[in-house]
């Protein structure tokens, strides 16, 4: 993409006729009027300084004066003539422009008269040359002067242009990691970026390749760019943020160059922290965001972002840190090796996170002594760092209205009711019915998780709303890594886990939402592939009905080659499957009616449990009624499968 200083011109043009015409008329106009203007110009240049009057006139008649012997010495130029002559004794200078460009009587008629006359080339020449080249000149300094100030980004400019200009800056933040709360999890995982930029010459040495890119990930207001900060603070190194949006509001060819000033200017002071905020902005799938033109300046820039990323060696202390809400967009150009290859989930707090962060804020302000500050925290479900941020300046301000001294519990909490109604707007906040109904769904999902053989144990569930769509979510980890074949047996496990959040909102709720939806169509999936692609079924045998392809590309489109009737074979078996499956699930349920009941309680009150809590309530159950641990056999199967791989 080294060609794209070229393009910047032409692109300069091709989208802003109106400006490039505007600038271009006026210039002309103004050195029409200076250069050429009414003969003036002409006057001054091979004017006579004895002259007192000026006279313009035709051609026509500087030839009849000629004639009439009024005239005693004549200049030419190839634009004007320029006759001395005198009228009523006193001399006059007429001056005829637009001279007819062949006139062979003039110069014999000239002789005749025996008047002195000289060409005058080079002045007219030369001027003539100006006057065409200078619009051009001046044309083109007032266009790289424009250029350069988008570039550099003084901000105001023409038009408006350059407004993202003062997010280069390169400072060195004083943000340091106490300042992150409530997500330690990533605080660890950029640790070790730090270490990259304070000793780069140890990772060199040994030949390390020093991460480029890594992409922080999470809803808005979780302290992504505060994390960055804290990142750069931490390893006192220049912070270059910019935002993903600010490129593509600009010029096309704008982006990109601005793309490359910023890891110019990174690069000479490495050590340093680039980061990009809203990276989905200029970052979005090339495929997916096929809208009809309009896209060029994004996908230069992107080009742009990511020639620099691969340009710059493993050995340049640089370290691009990208933020974005929708990971699921980004054009997977961006997420290659060697680019953004890391991703860090920076979540929306828990309990214990949301009280973290709290403290954090509060120590800026002045808190009564009787503030509860826990009571805050759990009545924040939901709610990111930022508007916890939020809520206690807004306590402060209350306060402050009510002129007091200390800001109380009611000010907080009048605060956390202005926030909430803020954000139901934003349809952010779940209410107490929907947090119920998720913990009932999870505990069901957890539950099955536990009980079924094959299935993968929970590691972690919560209601914790994940910014898109998913209200909660039951985290299972694989007990070996990267397997890549599954057991029939597994395939109906998964199956039996995902039903158990249907399950278990039809069991306990007495209704079911709209929350499984996403469950049931993985496990339709499932059901689905087991009969067509994998011959695990009675329906089609080993005869394999689709030819899966990379389903990457095509979504998922796959070719069927078998008959209408076998389809709706298929669909019934899918269907028959899934009802028998279902109803295990809800005999299950009811059986351990008590434990899920618990667990959901729990969920409510602490929102997220490890799968080791939710292990000790099924256990806590199977015991108190004395029942054949179903826990215990699952546990055992599991060890005895571990130890034979
Ligand atoms: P994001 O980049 O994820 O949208 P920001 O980093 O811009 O979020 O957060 C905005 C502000 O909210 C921060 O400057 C900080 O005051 C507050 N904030 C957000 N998350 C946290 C956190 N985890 N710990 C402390 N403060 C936070
Ligand atoms: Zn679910």
């Known amino acids: 993409m080294n060609n794209n200083q070229n393009n910047q011109n032409n692109n300069f043009f091709n989208n802003n006729p109106l400006l490039a015409f505007a600038l ?54 190839p634009m004007a003539i320029e006759a001395i002559g005198s009228d009523n004794g006193r001399n006059v200078r007429y001056i005829a422009q637009n001279v007819p460009a062949v006139d062979k009587d003039l110069i014999p008629l000239l002789d005749e008269k025996n008047i002195k006359y000289e060409g005058i080339m080079g002045g007219g020449w030369l001027s003539e040359l100006i006057g065409m080249m200078l619009p051009i000149i001046i044309f083109f300094a007032i266009w790289m002067f424009l250029a350069k100030r988008m570039q550099k980004g003084m901000g105001g400019g023409i038009l408006g242009i350059g407004k993202a200009g003062k997010l280069i800056n390169g400072e060195k933040p004083e943000t340091r990691f106490s300042d992150v709360a409530g997500v330690e999890e990533a605080k660890e995982e950029v640790k070790e970026i730090v270490d990259f930029l304070k000793y780069p010459e140890r990772y060199m040495e040994l030949g390390a390749k020093i991460p480029k890119g890594v992409l922080l990930v999470g809803p808005p207001g979780t302290g992504k760019t505060l994390l960055a900060k804290a990142v750069a603070g931490e390893a006192s190194v220049p912070f270059f943020s910019v935002s993903g949006s600010s490129f593509i509001e600009m010029f096309v060819g704008v982006g990109a160059s601005r793309v490359r000033d910023l890891f110019e200017q990174a690069k000479k002071d490495a050590p340093a922290i680039i980061f990009i905020d809203e990276i989905d902005a200029i970052g979005k799938s090339r495929a997916s965001g096929a809208n009809f033109g309009g896209n060029d300046e994004r996908e230069q820039t992107l080009n742009q972002l990511l020639a620099e990323m691969d340009g710059f060696g493993t050995n340049t202390p640089v370290i691009v840190l990208a933020a974005t809400n929708r990971p699921e967009i980004l054009d997977a150009a961006l997420l290659r090796a060697g680019r953004f ?39 924040t479900a939901g709610l990111a760092g930022a508007d916890l941020a939020n809520i206690i300046n807004e306590s402060a ?5 009510l002129n007091k001294k200390e800001i109380e519990q009611s000010d907080l909490m009048e605060a956390i009711e202005r926030a909430f109604v803020g954000l139901e707007k934003k349809n952010r906040k779940i209410n107490d019915l929907e947090k119920k109904i998720v913990s009932y769904h999870e505990s069901g999902h957890a539950l099955m998780a536990e009980l079924t053989e094959g299935a993968t144990r929970v590691t972690k569930v919560s209601i914790i709303p994940r910014g898109l769509g998913a209200l909660g979510y039951t985290l299972h980890l694989p007990d070996e890594e990267n397997r890549f074949l599954k057991q029939k047996k597994e395939l109906l496990a ?23 939806g996403n469950d049931l169509q993985r496990a339709t999936a499932i059901v689905k592939d087991m009969i067509s692609v994998y011959g695990m079924s009675d329906v089609a045998g080993l005869m394999v009905l689709e ?12 070719q069927k080659d078998y008959s209408e009737k076998t389809a709706e074979k298929i669909d019934e078996a899918v269907k028959s499957l899934l009802g028998e499956h279902y109803a295990h699930v809800k005999q299950t349920l009811g059986e351990y009616a008590d434990a899920i009941e618990e667990m959901a309680k729990v969920l409510l009150e602490v929102e997220v449990i490890e799968g080791s809590r939710v292990r000790a309530i099924i256990e806590a159950y199977e015991q108190e009624r004395g029942m054949p641990s179903r826990l215990a056999h699952h546990a055992k199967i599991a060890k005895e499968q571990r130890e034979a791989i």
Do not use: C, W
Request: net charge neutral; charged share 25%.
């Open 397 to 401: 301000l209350l306060a402050g209205r």
């Open 494 to 516: 998964e199956i039996d886990v995902l039903l158990g959040g249907r399950a278990a909102e039809e069991i306990f709720v007495g209704d079911i939402s709209t929350g499984a």
């Open 547 to 558: 030819k899966s392809q990379n389903s990457f590309l095509g979504g998922g489109m796959s």
């Open 24 to 77: 271009f008329s006026i210039v002309i106009i103004l050195i029409f009027k200076a250069f050429i203007g009414d003969g003036e110009g002409l006057g001054t240049m091979v004017g006579d300084k004895s002259t007192s009057m000026t006279k313009q006139v035709s051609y026509s008649d500087v030839k009849t004066l000629i004639k009439e012997g009024k005239i005693t010495s004549v200049k030419l130029t």
């Open 341 to 379: 290859d890391r991703q860090v989930l920076v979540d929306k707090p828990d309990y214990e996170g949301r009280l973290e962060i709290l403290k954090v804020h509060s120590k800026d302000v002045k808190l009564s002594g009787k503030v509860d500050m826990a009571a805050i925290a759990k009545a």
